[in-house]
């Protein structure tokens, strides 16, 4: 059960920032936020995470909330390559106790011209 | 970031034969692996974690007869779907994390299985 809420979809112009947020009202304190993103037929790619400070990277930049109920990605200048599932993911306990990502649906973002 | 890779990208194979999936860790020590896999326009199913040297720790639904793994070094591990079924087509996904749980995942490409 993903413990995330994601937009199922969304667009952005080529050039603009694309902004994808993400609910986890029910993340722990020692949760940490992680994103990935899965192009079509391929394995997922690691973006950024972040435990309660914003991050930034050269892909993207993380703001997480003062509560941590909620962050948003944001992907400074999209680009027609950066059409993919975005996955928002807190990890959660297995059945053998070890803490991994479960993904949920994640948001199809879509970068037209 | 860390590479991860599986072979073989895809695979077509008889109903009734088993099939081989290899995830490598190429420029680091994966304590743990991840083995996933993926139905059309689906999200990621979490299928077993395995960590080195140990039994693989499969999740609830997920035969572990059918779907044997191994972890055999730092660097591999390997997924065979044995007896293979049409049903058993799907993308098989794996992933591989340095250290403990506050590490990040690194995932491999993904290998696409027909089984006709």
């Known amino acids: 059960d993903a413990k995330t809420t994601q937009p199922p979809s969304m667009d952005c112009a080529e050039g603009r920032a694309a902004n994808l947020p993400c609910n986890h009202s029910t993340i722990s304190g020692n949760e940490y936020v992680y994103w990935y993103r899965q192009i079509h037929s391929q394995g997922p790619q690691y973006i950024i995470h972040?435990?309660?400070n914003n991050e930034t990277n050269e892909m993207a930049s993380l703001i997480i909330t003062e509560d941590r109920k909620s962050s948003t990605l944001i992907l400074p200048h999209a680009t027609l390559r950066d059409t993919a599932v975005y996955y928002c993911i807190v990890r959660v306990a297995t059945s053998g106790g070890s803490y991994i990502p479960t993904f949920g649906r994640g948001t199809s973002l879509i970068v037209h011209p | 970031g860390a590479v991860v890779s599986q072979h073989p990208s895809r695979v077509i194979c008889k109903s009734g034969t088993s099939v081989k999936i290899e995830c490598r860790s190429l420029?680091?020590?994966?304590?743990?692996m991840f083995w996933y896999r993926q139905f059309p326009k689906k999200s990621l199913m979490l299928m077993a974690t395995?960590?080195?040297?140990?039994?693989?720790?499969?999740e609830q639904g997920v035969e572990k007869d059918k779907f044997l793994i191994n972890h055999a070094s730092l660097t591999l591990s390997t997924l065979t779907v044995t007896s293979a079924h049409p049903e058993d087509s799907s993308f098989y996904i794996c992933?591989?994390?340095?250290?403990?749980?506050?590490?990040?995942?690194?995932f491999g490409p993904g290998t696409r299985l027909l089984v006709l």
């Open positions: 992933s591989a994390r340095a250290g403990g749980s506050q590490e990040t995942q690194y």
């Open positions: 395995s960590n080195e040297g140990s039994k693989a720790t499969y």
């Open positions: 420029d680091f020590q994966a304590t743990t």
């Open positions: 972040g435990l309660k």
